[in-house]
């Protein structure tokens, strides 16, 4: 079974940037996973960030980039806010089925 | 923009059915197909199926074969989740979602449903 991995969490000061990465336990992420990003804030519905690897939503600050980094795709945050403190989570399409990474918990201190 | 409106929480027994609806608040669905997921409290997200609303094709995760069923009313702008035989595993909140062509877009509330005896 394909496991789609994140890493656990990650620390960024305020103003900081940040990346975020999304891997395949089977090999490469390519663009036809058509990466997915999203964050989910505790209480809140969630929210889609980034779709297709790279490309932001209407709703998306543009702090916010998706792109495709080695074998992984990638979500970076350039001069983060302290909203920005959530948990993020990639999206993998894999053969007709889609497959959630084990989610990031970024705190922002 | 579209919401995606679902229903609300519910408690079930074990080894008894729960069934989720999920509307969209406008006339339609603005895009094709309404993916659903779960997450199990402290959990990650887990992809369990999606349903074309247009024409009613679905796909199920593996794991969910057989005991999830996914359908749709068009004249409510409506889809739905059952999920049967119901255990404390299936405790979680349960997101409705809509994608079209790999992107997904807006997301329901959320639906949590305990299975307690």
């Known amino acids: 079974q394909t496991v789609v991995t994140q890493e656990p969490s990650l620390t960024v000061s305020p103003g900081g940037t940040v990346t975020l990465t999304c891997g395949f336990s089977t090999g490469a992420v390519l663009s036809g996973s058509s990466p997915n990003w999203f964050q989910l804030k505790p209480g809140q519905t969630p929210k889609s960030l980034i779709y297709r690897t790279s490309n932001r939503h209407s709703w998306t600050p543009a702090r916010f980039s998706g792109a495709l980094l080695g074998d992984k795709a990638a979500l970076t945050l350039s001069g983060v806010q302290p909203e920005d403190e959530a948990d993020y989570y990639c999206l993998l399409a894999q053969g007709g089925a889609w497959v959630f990474g084990g989610g990031t918990k970024l705190t922002v201190l | 923009q579209m919401q995606l409106v679902q229903s609300g929480p519910e408690v079930k027994k074990p080894g008894t059915s729960v069934k989720v609806s999920c509307k969209a608040s406008g006339l339609t669905f603005s895009n094709p197909v309404v993916q659903w997921v779960r997450q199990v409290r402290g959990q990650r997200l887990e992809w369990i199926g999606w349903?074309?609303?247009?024409?009613?094709?679905?796909v199920y995760a593996q794991k969910f074969q057989g005991r999830i069923t996914f359908s749709r009313d068009m004249s409510m702008s409506a889809v739905y989740m059952e999920v049967s035989s119901l255990t404390s595993e299936d405790t979680a909140t349960y997101y409705c979602?809509?994608?079209?062509?790999?992107?997904?877009?807006?997301w329901g509330q959320g639906t949590l449903v305990v299975v307690s005896s």
């Open positions: 349903i074309v609303v247009g024409s009613g094709d679905t």
């Open positions: 979602a809509s994608e079209g062509l790999g992107i997904w877009h807006f």
